[in-house]
């Protein structure tokens, strides 16, 4: 292995990824297992964690499944518990797991105006995509500072740093439909959360960074997907792997002098 390569090795680091089983929480627990890492599939949907396990451990990678539900602490700390008792450390933590409104077909749309969002959706998005990272960055930590070193990576979004353009979301002839007020604001206060953190545990040899991706597609409509291109500088839409390269760095040494940092990785969507 030449010392380029050592840089990104994770081989041997312990991985728990919440949100393992979604689109792109599933594909960070491959790429970090392909590179060597001993991965925990966080999730509340275990059966999908699960399988997601089993296709890793047909290709000889280390894997096991957790059921997690992240705006619960006694929950999670069963998982930090399980993640050391079957691996004896927790190196890295992805928190991937988020309410996202989606609005591929298989999803539809979000006809909810903000003058009529209910406040239940508000507060049940809160408890999931903010309160669960906080949550979860309390729980790992102090495994993280008893061992001396780790890496926690938190998944913003473009939407964090830039208002939505509610145009992408509208077709003609149908009702309106918006990209909910939750989303920018929840995704924007991990960003926050993000600094704060690095700042508290700065000289704990722990780094706290950010990626903020831009839209992944995932089987949206040819109008959406081309209105969405439309507005990067690449002229697409993020395919899945496209933030592998971000994680991997920001899990290794690679990035030994970042903490504090958001990567953005959209394809120059807020570049313009």
Same mark, same amino acid.
């Given at each position: 292995?030449?010392?380029?390569?050592?840089?990104?090795?994770?081989?041997?680091?312990?991985?728990v990824?919440t949100?393992?089983?979604?689109?792109?929480g599933?594909?960070f627990?491959?790429?970090l297992?392909?590179?060597?890492?001993?991965?925990?599939?966080?999730?509340?949907?275990?059966?999908?964690?699960?399988?997601?396990v089993? +296709?890793l451990q047909e290709?000889?990678?280390?894997?096991i499944?957790?059921?997690?539900?992240?705006?619960?602490p006694?929950s999670?700390?069963?998982?930090?518990?399980?993640?050391?008792?079957?691996?004896?450390?927790l190196d890295?933590?992805?928190n991937?797991a988020a309410?996202?409104?989606k609005?591929?077909?298989?999803h539809g749309?979000?006809?909810? +105006?903000?003058?009529?969002?209910?406040?239940?959706?508000w507060?049940?998005?809160?408890?999931?995509?903010?309160?669960g990272?906080?949550?979860?960055?309390?729980?790992?930590a102090?495994h993280m500072?008893k061992?001396?070193?780790?890496s926690?990576?938190n998944?913003?979004?473009?939407?964090?740093i830039?208002?939505?353009?509610q145009?992408?979301?509208?077709?003609?002839?149908?009702?309106?439909q918006?990209?909910p007020?939750?989303?920018?604001?929840t995704k924007a206060g991990?960003?926050s959360?993000?600094?704060y953190?690095?700042a508290?545990?700065a000289?704990?040899n722990?780094r706290?960074?950010?990626?903020?991706?831009g839209?992944v597609?995932d089987?949206?409509?040819?109008?959406?997907v081309?209105a969405y291109a439309s507005?990067?500088?690449?002229?697409r839409?993020a395919?899945?792997?496209?933030?592998?390269?971000?994680?991997?760095f920001?899990?290794?040494?690679? +990035?030994a002098?970042?903490t504090?940092?958001?990567?953005v990785?959209?394809?120059g969507? +807020?570049?313009?």
């Amino acid at each position: 292995m030449s010392e380029f390569q050592s840089l990104f090795n994770v081989e041997g680091r312990v991985a728990v990824v919440t949100g393992g089983a979604g689109l792109l929480g599933s594909e960070f627990c491959r790429t970090l297992a392909q590179t060597g890492a001993q991965v925990v599939v966080a999730d509340t949907r275990l059966d999908e964690a699960q399988t997601l396990v089993a +296709s890793l451990q047909e290709q000889n990678l280390h894997a096991i499944a957790i059921q997690v539900n992240v705006t619960s602490p006694e929950s999670i700390s069963d998982m930090v518990t399980k993640t050391i008792d079957s691996f004896s450390n927790l190196d890295i933590l992805v928190n991937c797991a988020a309410l996202d409104p989606k609005f591929d077909p298989q999803h539809g749309g979000h006809t909810n +105006s903000f003058e009529d969002y209910p406040l239940e959706a508000w507060n049940q998005a809160m408890a999931v995509n903010l309160t669960g990272v906080f949550l979860c960055c309390q729980a790992v930590a102090p495994h993280m500072v008893k061992q001396g070193k780790g890496s926690i990576i938190n998944l913003s979004s473009i939407y964090g740093i830039t208002a939505p353009d509610q145009r992408l979301y509208q077709r003609p002839g149908k009702a309106p439909q918006f990209k909910p007020v939750f989303y920018p604001v929840t995704k924007a206060g991990i960003l926050s959360l993000t600094s704060y953190l690095a700042a508290y545990y700065a000289g704990k040899n722990i780094r706290i960074n950010a990626i903020s991706p831009g839209g992944v597609f995932d089987g949206h409509d040819d109008e959406f997907v081309q209105a969405y291109a439309s507005r990067t500088m690449l002229g697409r839409m993020a395919y899945k792997n496209d933030m592998n390269g971000a994680l991997l760095f920001l899990a290794s040494d690679a +990035s030994a002098y970042m903490t504090g940092a958001n990567l953005v990785v959209d394809g120059g969507w +807020s570049a313009w």
